[in-house]
């Protein structure tokens, strides 16, 4: 299953998110920023946005993996929600 996050004029590439439906948690293998986007800002939208996903899909939480250089901040967002 892959999933394309878009907010206000910052367009994500791609990151692969798998269902660990055996733990309970969605998970982000690799994340991603474009250059001259605010990776906070980015992080801390999508976080909000993987958090409802994952209550949508019934799951546990989110889990972020260390591939990309959004990966540490969205770990860390992430985090902060819960």
């Known amino acids: 299953?892959?999933?394309v996050f878009v907010t206000?004029?910052?367009?994500?590439?791609?990151r692969r998110?798998?269902?660990l439906r055996q733990r309970g948690?969605?998970?982000?293998?690799?994340?991603?920023?474009?250059d001259g986007a605010?990776?906070?800002y980015v992080?801390?939208?999508?976080?909000a946005e993987l958090a409802?996903?994952?209550?949508?899909?019934?799951?546990s939480g989110v889990e972020v993996m260390r591939r990309g250089?959004?990966?540490?901040e969205l770990r860390a967002a992430v985090q902060q929600h819960g």
């Open 25 to 34: 948690v969605l998970r982000v293998q690799a994340a991603f920023v474009e």
């Open 69 to 72: 250089d959004l990966a540490s």
């Open 43 to 47: 992080a801390e939208e999508l976080a």
């Open 17 to 19: 998110l798998r269902l």
């Open 38 to 40: 605010d990776p906070r």
């Open 52 to 59: 409802v996903t994952a209550g949508w899909l019934g799951l």
């Open 1 to 3: 299953m892959r999933f």
């Open 8 to 14: 206000e004029k910052i367009s994500q590439k791609a």
